[in-house]
């Protein structure tokens, strides 16, 4: 690798202001995504490659009242996106920016994508899922998990979440197991065998001995003699 810059999208911030925390995110084979928070909002821009292979950005849309994340993260579900705008849990249309829905503060926290569930790590310290769905915000479950500011983003190894703050640090197992993928099926009890008849038919009787074959035909006796006639000269 030569180092070489291969293309630049302007996205101007200063430390002391309006700085730009939030990781940007992939959202389509060429577009990437970004936000902040400071009223400047969301942007997406598309990568365009020339004929000569030289790349170059072009913006694709802007929404400066759309999630306006600060210095928390955003996740992509299924063609849209996620995040906290200014501490209010905010569902976006990846294709053009639109906002879908927003509800539900949570104030300065993180979250994680975990099948078809947003777990939100709280800025006062709750766990909340809620499902990760265009159609409205619903949180699904909440757990008190830690007293303070929990900033850090909350990593998630199997169904154990690990949550922590300036002063303590927990771990939880989460039910995350049901949404994510195809449920899992109820046991069900053995069929019942089918009950034997109870006058099972009778076999059929054994067919009887065929008739025996008309013995083979014999000659007929011979006609005996009259009386006292004579037996013909040799």
């Not at 949570?106 to 777990?119: F, I, K, M």
């Not at 983003?153 to 994510?180: F, I, K």
């Amino acid at each position: 690798a030569s180092r070489e810059e291969l293309w630049r999208f302007p996205w101007p911030g200063h430390s002391n202001s309006d700085a730009s925390c939030t990781q940007p995110v992939v959202i389509g084979p060429a577009r990437v995504f970004v936000s902040k928070g400071y009223g400047i909002g969301a942007a997406a821009f598309d990568v365009v490659t020339g004929d000569d292979g030289t790349a170059t950005t072009e913006e694709a849309w802007r929404n400066p009242a759309g999630l306006k994340t600060k210095f928390t993260n955003v996740v992509t579900h299924r063609g849209h996106v996620y995040g906290l705008s200014d501490g209010i849990l905010e569902c976006l249309r990846a294709a053009d920016g639109k906002r879908v829905w927003k509800g539900g503060r949570y104030d300065q926290g993180q979250l994680l994508l975990v099948g078809d569930l947003l777990v939100v790590q709280s800025e006062p310290g709750d766990v909340v899922l809620v499902e990760a769905t265009p159609e409205r915000h619903r949180e699904v479950a909440r757990l008190a998990a830690l007293d303070g500011q929990p900033w850090n983003n909350p990593p998630l190894a199997g169904d154990r979440l690990l949550v922590r703050n300036a002063t303590e640090a927990a771990c939880y197992r989460l039910p995350v197991h049901g949404r994510s993928a195809e449920p899992k099926p109820a046991a069900t009890a053995p069929a019942a065998l089918d009950p034997p008849a109870a006058n099972p038919p009778a076999a059929d009787p054994p067919a009887a001995d065929p008739p025996a074959a008309d013995p083979p035909a014999t000659d007929p006796p011979a006609e005996a003699a009259p009386a006292g006639a004579a037996e013909p000269a040799a």
